[in-house]
């Protein structure tokens, strides 16, 4: 059995990745301050991450054969520009110091389609359209900022350690008790979403489903010793989270997607996960038109 250590167990992706994983069979460790960490974890531990010291101790206590970091300021804006960023970019740091100076195989890093820079207030404007790993990141926000530098972060461990590593930018993660009608990170529904696409303009209408994510990972792990070391990857669904197509929304909510916004026709999103699909073989299963049967 293979012990995977999950930092950020109790949020709303990490209590997706701690069912899988056990399912899977890990013997899977949740860390996490907060409350809600799912019952199949083996062992959950509140702990510090931010604190260099605590991050060997969790790490040298359990001694995991792999380590999916998620633990952050999850959202933009949720705390003040310097605690969000000195929290993010110090748990980075302090997870992979710790994961590679005491021998983990295995560390994936979450970072966040936000890098790319979309929804920058006075506009902005995509190289071009679907985003993909190779867009230029241009963070505009201390949250995007924070997730670039965790990137970089795990990158320059990557450069000089034999633990194998990457970095995940999952899209908007939808937990499953958001599709029966629980709010957001936003505090909307799922449904509201929908009905008001002004509201999921605003992250170009990207949604990844919790437990696709966890797939995803999980995928990734397997494929982690054969992969050049320190690769990021998109993980979102395979359509958009829209009724209508992306090529008549995008020009109408954000002008300048306009030139590029024509090729996303029908329910393609404006993300693409094709190098998942390439290197890792996943593909997300669930979309909002089997999960949100009301909203058909």
């Known amino acids: 059995m293979s012990r995977t250590l999950v930092t950020g167990s109790a949020g ?4 997706s990745v701690v069912t899988a994983f056990a399912a899977a069979g890990h013997e899977v460790i949740g860390i996490d301050n907060a409350p809600g960490t799912p019952p199949e974890a083996a ?8 604190d260099l010291g605590e991050a060997y101790e969790v ?7 792999s380590v999916i970091h998620l633990a952050a300021i999850a959202t933009p804006f949720s705390r003040s520009d310097g605690v969000t960023f000195r929290t993010n970019t110090q748990l ?7 994961a590679t100076a005491l021998g983990v195989p295995k560390l994936v890093v979450a970072s966040s389609p936000t890098v790319i820079g979309y929804g920058k207030p006075d506009g902005w404007t995509p190289a071009y359209l679907a985003l993909d790993e190779d867009h230029p990141a241009q963070p505009w926000n201390a949250y995007s900022l924070s997730k670039l530098v965790a990137e970089q972060t795990m990158q320059t461990f990557a450069r000089t350690s034999e633990t194998r590593m990457a970095a995940v930018r ?16 936003q505090g909307h529904t799922m449904a509201e979403r929908l009905d008001r696409p002004e509201l999921a303009a605003v992250s170009l209408f990207n949604y990844l489903d919790a437990r696709d ?22 993980a979102g669904a395979a359509d958009a989270l829209a009724r209508d197509p992306l090529s008549e929304l995008l020009p109408r909510l954000i002008p300048a997607t306009a030139p590029f916004a024509a090729g996303l026709t029908g329910s393609a999103p404006a993300f693409s996960s094709a190098k998942a699909e390439r290197m890792l073989g996943w593909q997300a299963k669930r979309s909002w038109r089997t999960e949100l049967k009301e909203s058909l």
């Not at 790490?59 to 054969?65: H, L, Q, S, V």
């Not at 980075?92 to 710790?98: D, E, P, Q, S």
């Not at 999952?170 to 990170?185: D, L, R, S």
């Open 12 to 15: 709303r992706l990490g209590r």
């Open 43 to 50: 062992a959950c531990l509140p702990a510090d991450l931010t």
């Open 59 to 65: 790490i040298a206590r359990f001694r995991p054969e």
């Open 92 to 98: 980075a740091f302090n997870v992979c110091h710790a």
């Open 170 to 185: 999952p899209c908007y993660v939808v937990a499953p008790e958001e599709w029966e009608g629980a709010p957001t990170q």
């Open 213 to 234: 994510a966890a797939d995803m990972l999980l995928a990734l792990l397997s494929k982690l010793p054969e992969l050049p070391n320190g690769e990021v990857f998109f």
